[in-house]
């Protein structure tokens, strides 16, 4: 079992950034691909980022793609997303995920991943 506790969400304006954490509870913390979602009210949990175990190789949505960037720091156990040039469509409900098999087979599916942290807010004024 993975426990993820999430930080760094808040309000912020247009065009501003934000750095989201997740710090997980395990020992076999670089095992596991981990990956960044989010959801607004009313929609279903999208796909923002992942990253590899052994952060070789990183992933991402479209709509993010140039102004977020996932990282992982596996002495700490923890996952980030820096997010800049953020727009009020990013408001949302960021989720950290945890998969050993990096949500196989489809990664961008939040079915296929194991273990959830509780979520942080994102909110960005326009």
């Known amino acids: 079992q993975v426990q993820l506790v999430e930080s760094g969400g808040g309000l912020v304006q247009t065009g501003g950034s934000l750095r989201l954490s997740c710090e997980a509870s395990?020992?076999?913390?670089?095992?596991?691909?981990m990956a960044w979602f989010r959801q607004a009210p009313r929609t279903e949990r999208e796909f923002v980022a992942a990253?590899?175990?052994?952060?070789?190789?990183?992933f991402y949505d479209d709509s993010v793609k140039g102004r977020f960037t996932i990282s992982r720091d596996n002495a700490k156990n923890t996952v980030y997303l820096q997010m800049n040039s953020l727009k009020p469509e990013d408001t949302a409900n960021y989720y950290c995920?945890?998969?050993?098999?990096?949500?196989?087979?489809?990664?961008?599916?939040?079915?296929?991943?194991?273990?959830w942290g509780q979520g942080t807010q994102v909110t960005v004024s326009s």
């Open positions: 995920a945890a998969d050993v098999a990096m949500g196989s087979p489809h990664y961008k599916d939040y079915r296929q991943w194991d273990f």
């Open positions: 990253i590899t175990y052994s952060a070789g190789n990183t």
């Open positions: 395990t020992s076999t913390f670089n095992s596991y691909a």
